[in-house]
């Protein structure tokens, strides 16, 4: 029988870092996101991890920043609201799944780094993931391009992906 661990979202965060003007890095986060992993075992091999974030809650510390990655130049967060993601395998230390952006489904490849289960001061049992990735934007019709008149591209296409994520056993 599998085990459903729930997102513990007060011990969670999901950021994205992309180079700004190939000089310096841009760090964005998601506010609003869930997760779900069903797991047969404590090693949870092979279990299912879900997940999906709010467009509309993405922040990088900027209002005109966020706005105009929430446009159709970037997530189209009004046609587009979430983006998700579905394991298809887990090994320990691959997780391989579809990543969905707008209406964009691509494999993915995270690195991941299970810190262990522990029980915490009010009797909850929890888990502790820190994934990690990179994905080409343009994979996932993120296509805004602009370039400097010194020749630099504004926004890399590379993108860094970083989830740092608790789950409390149900």
Do not use: C
Not at 15 to 30: A, D, L, N, P
Not at 61 to 71: A, I, V
Not at 92 to 98: A, F, P, Q, S
């Amino acid at each position: 029988m599998k085990t459903t661990w729930k997102l513990d979202p007060t011990h969670s965060e999901i950021e994205f870092k992309v180079k700004h003007m190939m000089i310096s890095t841009v760090t964005g986060s998601f506010s609003d996101f869930d997760a779900t992993v069903e797991a047969a075992d404590d090693t949870f091999k092979d279990a299912q991890f879900t997940f999906n974030a709010k467009i509309d809650s993405i922040s990088t510390k900027n209002n005109d920043r966020d706005t105009h990655l929430k446009s159709d130049d970037f997530f189209n967060a009004e046609k587009y609201p979430k983006l998700t993601f579905k394991s298809k395998s887990f090994d320990g230390e691959k997780l391989v799944g579809d990543l969905t952006i707008r209406d964009t489904t691509k494999e993915v490849t995270l690195d991941v780094d299970f810190n262990g289960i522990a029980v915490d001061p009010y009797g909850q049992t929890k888990s502790g993931f820190e994934a990690t990735g990179t994905i080409n934007r343009k994979d996932f019709n993120l296509n805004w391009s602009a370039v400097t008149e010194a020749g630099n591209i504004v926004v890399s296409d590379k993108v860094k992906l970083i989830a740092n994520l608790q789950f409390i056993k149900r």
